[in-house]
């Protein structure tokens, strides 16, 4: 199946967004999602540029306001999965308020965070998950700072399924796509993703040193607190479903929500009178 | 014989002068008179000075009066408040010579309900029947219960009998009846602009709160279920704003709703409509700014702005409905020409016209739409990427929804290629803001666009020259100015300079008149078409301008 478009990532080689790229075809290939299939909207940043690589129906917005532009698209049309492609820095400081209004609402959306810990399109500033103290050229005495959690972030704000991936583990990352388009409702994957440019610190090996995998420990990702509990451990960092609910998404928890898509409603002729 | 009274109720806030003032109007609508009501209020929820007035006729009446023929103070400073108001005929009711409360006792009744003692007497004295004012209450009161009824139709009856008692001389001769209520409607301009929308195929209204828009947001959502449209309450208006550009990109008409305020927030999200060339309506109820400005009262402050707004150039409509008629109307239009042109449409009101309430003619009930720019799924065969941003004679390129097959591309608020994808390169940066551009002239022609209009006599020695809200002042100044017409803009922007030119060609003495304080269409006028207009009539303290006030500011003039 067609994927990619014919234009060459831009991404510097060995950018962490090739491994997510990857896993996001090798999750659609699973599903067998034509390209018509499914709506991606794309954040600006290093991650956004994905919007001139990825071949399926695509909306590359402003900076931080991805979110509510997915949440729209699936109110529009709740038939189609709808994935946002976003950074640290967009989701979790710029559009944050969206992010935690949407998660709340059970909004029917995967939001991909590419999480490299600084901001890289802009050449390598603190972003709101940086450690506190990270030296960078906006913070050049060091972050003051704590770094914002995501994930217990999105545990306590009501998300129904939280998930960390890591880009440097396709098949595991790609595993975690395909669960995630699975979920009825708001889902965030955070990625691990390495930026071998500016982030010196979190290179692959770092990674692979730090992380293990939530599944591999008989973790209980229908219990709430134990989620929590996993989402504050800093010193080596948990990966896979932390969390997962059954809850109905947003727009099924509309009353008479139709079940023909917004978009396809037929408008040629309204009659008001019982309005008035 | 009068054939016209200006009524007016004041109190504190949380004393209910609105809800009477409006129990009080529809009573006036049903008795068979077009009705105009005008409430003023400060930000507030408890205290402070409300007032609901009304002005009400056997003929048209378009706006509210500043002469008072009845005032009724429920509090004790109202009459001070209103002196200017008062004239040696006006009658005014108080705690001096109509013992509210003590009429309420009388009846057992709960002292909430004293307010309806004063509609009584007003009813009476007015010559409007009493039986009228009841079938207002028992409609008003019907979801409290027959006993909460029964209450408010004593008190209103205890009113009514002190009147005729202490007040038989004063009383007027009855207004005769004329309005035919089931051919007509009394509603605000916000109520009248959802229901345009409805009609216009709206399917989503995101918002945020923000007076003097936020009865948009309360109108569409009670109504939601009944016209089959989702309404969401956001998180903010950006948030807002980029929702309804999601929808409309995935081909759902949608609408937002904001003050100046929550539109600077929209800025953004307004240019990001205007790019990617994604369907986009808002409203922009307007009220004195700056920031957080004066929220409950009205202003023309923001013209040139939403003209403006957003950085860099692109095209898009800015639609100033003067009364609710054409709030309805232009709401309409609204989401047709947003979708057809593929672009960003604001609707420019203000406080004054969307929380006033007017007598208008009742809209038809069927409304027509068609749908612009969609392809057939069986015309789109390639597995290539669509071209989005084709470049057209129109400007306007085809588009194809998300989930058609073989229709697959990208939107983008990157400057882009006719594919969609990101360019910095000149000639293709050249070639798409060209074809943005091109839209505007295919706008003029568009044989829906609403041109200027002239009321009045085709000649005159002096033509007025307002936008938005005024319109309804002016048609009743109209009516006392001698040799006086009116052009009214219902769309600014694009600016209809032909049309404009052919109506000014041949006016005498032009005069513009707007609520702000430096002349944004005057300006406006001038940048367009070279006219200079050195006579303009400004007004920016938060209330409309008056009929008699906007009468004797013309006569000084002349």
């Known amino acids: 199946m067609k994927r990619t478009t014919q234009i060459q990532p831009t991404w510097c080689p060995g950018c962490g967004n090739f491994g997510i790229l990857g896993a996001i075809k090798q999750s659609l290939d699973k599903l067998n999602l034509q390209p018509h299939q499914l709506t991606v909207v794309y954040d600006v940043g290093c991650s956004g540029n994905m919007a001139d690589f990825i071949y399926s129906y695509g909306f590359h917005g402003l900076h931080g306001r991805t979110l509510p532009v997915a949440a729209g698209i699936k109110l529009a049309n709740h038939q189609l999965p709808v994935i946002a492609i976003i950074g640290d820095g967009g989701c979790y400081g710029e559009g944050l308020s969206h992010f935690v209004s949407l998660a709340r609402g059970n909004h029917h959306i995967l939001v991909i965070t590419h999480n490299n810990y600084l901001y890289s399109l802009t050449t390598g500033q603190m972003s709101p998950t940086s450690q506190k103290g990270t030296k960078t050229p906006s913070t050049p005495s060091g972050s003051i700072e704590e770094p914002f959690n995501p994930l217990a972030s999105a545990i306590i704000n009501h998300a129904t399924f939280v998930a960390r991936g890591f880009a440097g583990d396709i098949p595991h990352l790609a595993s975690l796509i395909e669960q995630g388009l699975n979920h009825q409702g708001f889902a965030l994957l955070d990625v691990l993703q390495p930026c071998i440019t500016y982030n010196k610190n979190m290179t692959y090996q770092w990674y692979r040193q730090h992380i293990y995998d939530l599944q591999k420990q008989n973790h209980n990702s229908g219990d709430k607190k134990t989620a929590l509990a996993k989402a504050l451990e800093t010193d080596k960092l948990p990966v896979g479903i932390f969390l997962q609910k059954k809850k109905p998404a947003y727009h099924q928890q509309i009353p008479g929500f139709p079940d023909t898509a917004l978009a396809q409603q037929d408008i040629s002729s309204i009659d008001i009178s019982s309005l008035l | 014989m009068n054939t016209s009274f200006n009524w007016k109720i004041a109190g504190a806030a949380g004393e209910g002068i609105k809800k009477a003032g409006l129990i009080f109007a529809k009573t006036c609508f049903k008795?068979?008179?077009?009705?105009?009501?005008?409430?003023?209020?400060?930000?507030?929820?408890?205290?402070?000075?409300?007032?609901?007035?009304?002005?009400?006729?056997a003929e048209d009446v378009f706006s509210p009066q500043f002469k008072l023929d009845i005032l009724v103070g429920i509090h004790e400073k109202a009459t001070q408040y209103h002196q200017s108001e008062i004239t040696p005929e006006t009658i005014t009711l108080s705690s001096d010579n109509l013992p509210l409360m003590k009429l309420?006792?009388?009846?057992?009744?709960?002292?909430?309900?004293?307010?309806?003692?004063?509609?009584?007497?007003?009813?009476?004295?007015?010559?409007?029947?009493?039986?009228?004012?009841?079938?207002?209450?028992?409609?008003?009161?019907?979801?409290?219960?027959?006993?909460?009824?029964?209450?408010?139709?004593?008190?209103?009856?205890?009113?009514?009998?002190?009147?005729?008692?202490?007040?038989?001389?004063?009383?007027?001769?009855?207004?005769?009846?004329?309005?035919?209520?089931d051919h007509h409607l009394f509603l605000t301009g916000n109520q009248a602009l959802s229901y345009g929308a409805i009609a216009g195929g709206l399917k989503l209204y995101v918002a945020y709160p923000m007076t003097p828009a936020t009865s948009i947001l309360h109108t569409l959502a009670a109504k939601a279920k009944a016209a089959n449209i989702i309404v969401r309450h956001a998180e903010d208006e950006i948030?807002?704003?980029?929702?309804?550009?999601?929808?409309?990109?995935?081909?759902?008409?949608s609408m937002v709703g904001t003050s100046g305020g929550g539109f600077s927030l929209m800025t953004e999200g307004l240019g990001l409509s205007g790019i990617t060339e994604t369907p986009l309506v808002i409203v922009n109820a307007m009220r004195p700014g700056p920031a957080s400005g004066m929220p409950t009262w009205s202003s023309q402050g923001d013209l040139l702005y939403a003209i403006h707004a957003s950085q860099d150039e692109f095209p898009r409509l800015v639609l100033t409905p003067g009364d609710p008629q054409e709030c309805f109307q232009l709401a309409k239009l609204a989401q047709n020409l947003a979708e057809k042109y593929q672009l960003p449409v604001i609707i420019l009101t203000d406080k004054?016209?969307?929380?006033?309430?007017?007598?208008?003619?009742?809209?038809?009930?069927?409304?027509?739409?068609?749908?612009y720019g969609l392809i057939n799924t069986q015309d789109l065969n390639s597995d290539q990427p669509f071209k989005r941003y084709q470049d057209t004679d129109t400007g306007v390129s085809p588009r194809p929804l998300p989930g058609q097959p073989n229709g697959v591309h990208l939107c983008n608020s990157y400057e882009h290629d006719e594919l969609g994808y990101a360019t910095e390169d000149s000639s293709q940066r050249i070639k798409q803001v060209n074809k943005r551009a091109k839209k505007t002239a295919h706008i003029l022609k568009d044989p829906d666009f609403v041109n200027p209009q002239l009321y009045g006599p085709k000649t005159a020695d002096q033509t007025l020259i307002s936008w938005g809200s005024n319109?309804?002042?002016?048609?009743?100044?109209?009516?006392?100015?001698?040799?006086?017409?009116?052009?009214?803009?219902?769309?600014?922007?694009?600016?209809?300079?032909?049309q404009f030119q052919t109506l000014t060609k041949t006016a005498k003495k032009l005069i513009t008149l707007e609520c702000n304080s430096t002349g944004q269409l005057n300006q406006l006028i001038r940048q367009q078409t070279g006219l200079t207009i050195k006579d303009q009539l400004l007004k920016y303290d938060g209330r409309p301008f008056f009929p008699q006030e906007l009468q004797e500011l013309v006569e000084k003039l002349s």
């Open chain 2, 471 to 498: 319109k309804g002042v002016i048609l009743q100044a109209l009516k006392q100015l001698k040799n006086t017409n009116f052009i009214h803009f219902p769309i600014v922007w694009p600016f209809p300079t032909a």
């Open chain 2, 239 to 253: 948030g807002t704003v980029n929702m309804a550009i999601g929808a409309g990109f995935a081909g759902v008409r």
């Open chain 2, 352 to 371: 004054y016209l969307g929380e006033s309430y007017f007598t208008i003619n009742k809209p038809t009930a069927q409304h027509q739409n068609q749908r």
């Open chain 2, 31 to 57: 008795h068979g008179l077009s009705v105009h009501g005008y409430t003023e209020y400060p930000s507030l929820i408890r205290g402070g000075h409300n007032t609901f007035q009304i002005h009400a006729s």
């Open chain 2, 104 to 181: 309420v006792k009388q009846v057992k009744a709960h002292p909430k309900m004293k307010n309806m003692a004063a509609l009584g007497a007003s009813v009476f004295l007015l010559g409007l029947s009493l039986d009228t004012l009841k079938q207002t209450l028992a409609e008003v009161f019907a979801k409290k219960g027959q006993p909460v009824v029964q209450a408010n139709h004593q008190v209103a009856q205890a009113g009514y009998d002190f009147a005729s008692q202490n007040f038989k001389t004063q009383a007027k001769p009855a207004i005769p009846a004329k309005t035919k209520t």
